[in-house]
């Protein structure tokens, strides 16, 4: 749809049981995604930007969930849970040469890169404990808590100048959107209530997230919690907005 929210344009059609979690390539000109097929469980596919000519990436009997560009477009980094226990893994933008960056036994997703190319951030979720998000270098190394909390953190989206990451928490003073610096430090609540799946407009101005009361809706606000905007207004649920380019 258009950033104001009209001209909404189905591009996924009955080939799969759903397409959740898109993100746009750098380049705009493709949409990677997580699909369920007819004959395929969770994997991870690559459409162009129109919705034609959708290109299975991964093959996997673990499934598969939230896929995230390198700034260059070469790269895909994912969650997978081929190996037993959910990780992250990173591809070739063509689905190729697949390497395991995560190693322990907790369920560790939701990554996304910084913009410069060189960190990654994403979530470790000890199991019956909280989930924390979590900075590394791009080979997997030097894996760094940032925000160690008590409370549960996830759904981690970096600022374009990578100054800022806006995510998810429960921690007080109350459930909702925050903002930290990149290093963790100074979070500051920007929007109390239920919402998930925040994402960065490219200039940094704007966070589109999802939530809200009753039906999922797509919400777009300024990147001080300002001026909240219902784009999608629908009785379906409507989630996880990532912006083009």
């Known amino acids: 749809m258009n950033a104001d929210g009209s001209n909404v344009i189905q591009l996924t059609n009955g080939e799969f049981s759903y397409g959740t979690f898109p993100t746009w390539s750098p380049d705009g000109q493709r949409i990677a995604f997580l699909g369920s097929g007819a004959t395929t469980g969770n994997e ?75 960190k990654i951030a994403f979530t470790i979720k000890a199991w019956g404990g909280n989930s924390e998000i979590y900075s590394m270098n791009a080979d997997g190394s030097d894996q760094t808590n940032l925000t160690n909390d008590p409370s549960h953190d996830d759904y981690a989206s970096v600022s374009p100048d990578g100054v800022s990451i806006a995510f998810i928490s429960n921690r007080s003073p109350g459930t909702g ?69």
């Open 177 to 245: 959107i925050y903002v930290m610096n990149a290093d963790g430090s100074n979070p500051i609540l920007i929007l109390p209530g239920s919402y998930s799946a925040p994402s960065w407009s490219p200039y940094g101005s704007k966070i589109a997230f999802s939530g809200g009361a009753g039906d999922a809706e797509i919400y777009s606000m300024n990147a001080d919690g300002s001026d909240q905007t219902n784009l999608t207004n629908d009785p379906s649920t409507d989630k996880h907005p990532s912006w083009g380019p």
């Open 44 to 118: 991870i596919y690559v459409m162009n930007a129109d919705g034609s000519n959708p290109i299975q990436m991964t093959n996997t009997s673990g499934g598969n969930e939230v896929a995230s560009w390198s700034p260059d477009g070469s790269k895909i980094v994912f969650m997978s849970g081929r190996v037993g226990s959910n990780q992250v893994f990173v591809m070739n933008s063509d689905g190729t040469d697949p390497t395991r960056l995560t190693d322990n036994n907790a369920w560790q997703g939701n990554p996304t890169w910084f913009p410069d190319g060189t």
